[in-house]
């Protein structure tokens, strides 16, 4: 494997470089991602949906200036998806277009070569002679024996492939794997990472999210839905609104000229924040039953 080359100075220097473009990391986002890149080891970050977990790749791809390779993970994914296949039909032409001219053996070492084969997420993240940041995303939604195609990869940063042999990284890139916990991961494939968990953020991060994501938001207003939000996610819901939920809603009260949130506003807004009937029906009722809470603890 190839040596490590350090992108970032200190702990600091991450927390700081993510907030310039937006992201902002506690201590322990920013000290997991400081350690992956000294230890050239992967990220498994776990958490609710919409909490910030693909967006921490993204954000980590910007601040080092290196290209995202992403891998949206789903029930059946394979290694001809994931990784590499050869490309059948032009294999087909070239036997056709051969006529029984060549020798098998000929014909089969050309059928098999890099002009034939097909890169995917996994082997293009590999091969890459410039930095990349490897976003494997929802790693969680694949079958446990699709993690085996991942195990290479994560300890040696290499792929087999048997027609060619094995391919090893000239640079140790970046990965995150993300989960939202639907199903355990194998012991394995955590061995092989380092672990972060993102849950929702308390009140004062959501606020500092809000006023930095939402153009043209005020302080009180976007207090106030931060506020309101982590009321929300106090009920017994199917689905807690998610981070992006949030700003979606905070975008939505902007859009309507909305300086202060009431209980009619409240109510008629709730579709965007919440995507159940149920969990729309049980904050419609805190809204309703509660209004002077949404106004804070100043009202």
Known sequence: MTDIDARFADLAGVRASLADVNYLADDGIAGIVYLADRLGKPILVEG??????TQLAKSVA???????IRLQCYEGLDESKALYEWNYKKQLLRIQAEGGEASWGEVEEDLFSEEF???????????ASDP?????DEVDRVEVETEALLLEILSEYQ??????????????????LTSNGTRELSEALKRRCLYLYIDYPDLERERQIVTAKVPGIGEDLADQVARIVRTVRQLDLKKH????ETLDWARTLVL???DQIDAETAIDTANVLLKYRTD???AVKEFADNPEELAGPEA
Not at 62 to 68: E, G, P, S, T, W
Not at 241 to 244: A, G, T
């Open 62 to 68: 910007d601040i080092v200036d290196a290209r995202l």
């Open 241 to 244: 609104p998610s981070v992006s």
């Open 256 to 258: 309507l000229g909305v």
């Open 159 to 176: 792929v087999s492939i048997p027609e060619l042999g094995t391919v090893e990284a000239t640079q140790v890139p970046l990965v995150f």
């Open 48 to 53: 609710p949906a919409g909490t910030g977990k």
């Open 117 to 127: 084969l097909l890169t995917r997420p996994l082997l293009e993240a590999i091969r």
């Open 280 to 282: 729309i029906e049980k």
């Open 132 to 136: 990349v940041v490897l976003l494997v």
